[in-house]
């Protein structure tokens, strides 16, 4: 296929953004397990041009949402009390540890991210659902509990801040480097923008119940003699009864 660039990327994936929403892309060329406040990234919007990063030796990334400015202060940040709405839903270590044939809708993009090891994108319809922090968090929730996770546990692939590769830049984790000899390039091996999912359609094809949790009962403690008490106008009661 074609060479993707990372602005192409993001276009695709951020059209339809909300009027006066962000998102956030990181790119740095320190291993991503030695990063810090690298990963605070940078506010970028459809239409602007990308931070002038040399992606011969940096990892880029992406985030799958996008953001409103902190009312208070303004700030573009990559916070879940900003989140306007959810543009991609990510699945991650497809091939490595995530079998292929778990993938039951085609990807809108598949980015290699190490040997044999990819990030599968299914681009998301912007409508109400996707809208709402809630629903999109349980549809990630529940995707995980549906096997699309090495464990059915990924802390990070369930938040809406979550961080992808973007197609353009490279993995120089130290394990990478000490297996190849260099760091590996990220490549774009598939690329379909036009393919865009509901919400109602992901849960559909993975036959997911979206039917949100119960809250959890609240137990109350009483103190010894909290409880005394209790039980003295309880044994008053049936007395009177």
């Known amino acids: 296929m074609n060479a993707v660039s990372n602005r192409e990327f993001l276009e695709a994936m951020f059209q339809g953004i909300a009027p006066g929403a962000h998102t956030i892309v990181a790119g740095f060329p320190c291993d991503p397990n030695c990063a810090h406040l690298e990963w605070a990234g940078r506010p970028w919007l459809p239409g602007r041009a990308l931070p002038a990063w040399d992606c011969e030796v940096c990892n880029t990334y992406l985030t799958v949402s996008a953001f409103l400015p902190d009312p208070q202060d303004g700030k573009r940040r990559r916070r879940k009390a900003q989140f306007a709405s959810m543009h991609a839903v990510m699945v991650d270590d497809v091939g490595t540890k995530v079998p292929h044939d778990k ?139």
């Not at 299914?122 to 529940?142: M, T």
């Not at 690329?191 to 039917?211: H, Q």
Request: proline share 6%; charged share 25%; aromatic share 8%.
């Open 103 to 241: 993938l039951v809708l085609p990807p809108s993009a598949s980015i290699e991210t190490s040997p044999d090891n990819y990030q599968a994108f299914l681009f998301l319809a912007q409508d109400a659902q996707s809208c709402e922090r809630d629903v999109c968090e349980r549809l990630v929730q529940r995707m995980i509990k549906a096997g699309l996770t090495a464990d059915a546990k990924d802390p990070g692939m369930a938040g809406v801040t979550r961080y992808g590769r973007l197609p353009v830049g490279i993995n120089n984790k130290a394990k990478y480097v000490q297996r190849l000899g260099h760091a590996f390039k990220v490549r774009c091996v598939e690329f379909e923008p036009a393919r865009r999912y509901s919400i109602g359609a992901i849960a559909a094809a993975y036959r997911l119940d979206m039917t949100p949790d119960r809250p959890a009962a609240k137990v109350i403690q009483f103190s010894a003699a909290q409880a005394k008490r209790s039980n003295d106008r309880f044994g008053k009661l049936l007395h009177l009864l």
